[in-house]
């Protein structure tokens, strides 16, 4: 596995559809479930390191759990739900 992802990649890692919608819940990611943040640099694209995202991956889990409405989740609502249900 590569030492660093695109965010293609990560969004594959996530178990979600696609580049676009990893990046429309990057920041929530970030700021709720403390997602890692990419390689500080100035070029494109962004990059994260592949064992921070797999560490995440194995303490957060993926972002769409079966059960829980994918809408609810982008909105937010389910921030706590998912912090609790890691815990």
Same mark, same amino acid.
């Given at each position: =596995? +590569?030492?660093?992802?695109?965010?293609? &990649?990560?969004?594959? =890692?996530? #178990?979600? +559809?696609?580049?676009? &919608?990893?990046?429309?819940?990057?920041?929530? $990611?970030?700021?709720? $479930?403390y997602? +890692?943040?990419?390689?500080?640099h100035?070029?494109?694209?962004? $990059?994260?390191?592949?064992?921070?995202?797999?560490?995440?991956?194995?303490?957060? #889990?993926?972002?769409?759990?079966?059960?829980?409405?994918?809408? $609810?989740?982008?909105?937010?609502?389910? &921030?706590?739900?998912?912090?609790?249900?890691?815990?």
């Amino acid at each position: =596995m +590569p030492i660093f992802l695109r965010s293609d &990649a990560v969004a594959n =890692m996530l #178990g979600l +559809p696609s580049s676009a &919608a990893f990046l429309a819940r990057r920041d929530r $990611l970030e700021e709720d $479930l403390y997602f +890692p943040l990419p390689m500080p640099h100035s070029a494109r694209p962004l $990059l994260w390191k592949t064992a921070e995202v797999e560490a995440w991956v194995d303490s957060y #889990g993926r972002p769409n759990q079966p059960g829980i409405d994918p809408a $609810l989740i982008t909105s937010g609502k389910v &921030a706590l739900l998912e912090l609790a249900r890691t815990a």
